[in-house]
Every structure is written in structure tokens, then in C-alpha cells.
């Protein structure tokens, strides 16, 4: 805890999806409405993991992901699990015939107060091309597990942006060196 705990949150700027907040000396940003993400781990019967890219206004250049959505933006009671599918779909074209959760996580604590569902799809059918909705331009990537280092590797010296999760795929590489 620290002196700032007990303080009054302020709203300083609030739009139709984030809020900027101030309590005490902290300065961060939160979803509106508490709407959270889900992030999906998809890796088919192949051992092909399915990964995005698309263009990211805040970062100004295409970024590289797992896929992900929000889940409660259309319908409040909507259920993480159905959103995770939704979401897959409509990306990546795939449908998961089995999706469960892995924990709930924090991907940047010490600014945004948003938090995601990281989720496992499994059994997937192959539904259409993906892509997302009108206006998103995503890209989907179905990448052999072994060479997920490369590929990334290889879209990074591209100039892609890297999302920090992408760390889920390359952690036990990297603590090895």
C-alpha cells in the first residue's frame, strides 16, 4: 500500500471506451464501464499456434498478438467464454470446439488498471478467412509452435510492434539464455 490507498480517486477525462484516473500522485487509465479483455492461446491439432497482426493507433505501426477481445462491450452479462469464441472467429476464422480459462492477468499494472482472461481454444474449425470486422485489417498467422521464435523474431527486424504476451510464447527460450 501506499500514502495515495486511501485517497479519493478523480475522473480527469472520460471518453465512450477508457477514462483517465488520478489518486493521489498515481495517474492511470481504466476501461469504462468495467469491461474487460480475453486473450486466446489457439494451437491447433498441428501444433500451429494462431497469431494476428494488426495496425495499433497508440504505437503508430502494425503489432503482432494473440488474439483478443472484449468481452461485455455489446452485452454487459456476456460471459468471458463466449466472447473468447466470438472473438477467435471473427479474427482468426477459427471456431474452438473447446475453450477454458487460464487465469486472470495484468499486462502493464502500473498504468492501466485493465486486466484480461487468457484463454486456451482447442479443437478448432476452420469456419472462414477471419480478419475481423469491416475497418480492423487483421492479418492471421498460423505458426508452427517450433518456429514461433523465428517467425517473431523475423516480424520484429520487419518493424512490428511485439505485445507483451507474446512473452507466453517465447518465456522458457528466453530464461534459458
Known amino acids: 500500500m501506499t500514502k495515495d490507498t486511501n485517497l479519493p480517486v478523480e475522473t480527469m477525462w472520460e471518453g465512450k471506451y ?3 484516473k488520478k489518486q ?3 495517474e492511470y487509465v481504466a ?3 468495467g469491461i474487460q ?3 486466446i492461446l489457439a494451437v491447433d491439432d498441428e501444433g500451429c499456434v494462431l497469431l494476428v497482426d494488426q495496425f495499433r493507433m497508440p ?3 502494425r503489432c503482432l498478438e494473440l488474439p483478443a477481445g472484449l468481452v461485455g462491450d455489446e452485452a454487459a452479462d456476456e460471459a468471458v467464454e463466449t466472447a473468447a469464441a466470438r472473438e477467435l472467429e471473427e479474427e482468426t476464422g ?5 475453450i477454458e480459462s487460464l487465469g486472470f492477468f495484468h499486462s502493464s499494472p502500473g498504468m492501466v488498471s485493465e486486466g484480461f482472461t487468457l484463454m486456451r481454444a482447442r479443437e478448432l474449425v476452420k469456419t472462414g478467412a477471419g480478419g475481423g470486422v469491416e475497418g480492423e485489417g487483421i492479418t492471421v498467422h498460423r505458426v508452427p509452435l517450433e518456429e514461433v521464435e523465428g517467425f517473431i523474431a523475423a516480424k520484429r527486424a520487419e518493424g512490428f510492434a511485439m505485445d ?3 512473452l507466453l510464447l517465447l ?3 528466453m530464461v534459458g539464455r
Open 31 to 33: 476501461r469504462t464501464r
Open 24 to 26: 493521489g500522485t498515481w
Open 37 to 39: 479483455a480475453a486473450v
Open 171 to 173: 518465456g522458457a527460450g
Open 18 to 20: 477508457i477514462v483517465a
Open 94 to 98: 477459427y471456431r474452438p470446439g473447446r
Open 164 to 166: 507483451v504476451k507474446l
Open 59 to 61: 504505437l503508430g505501426r
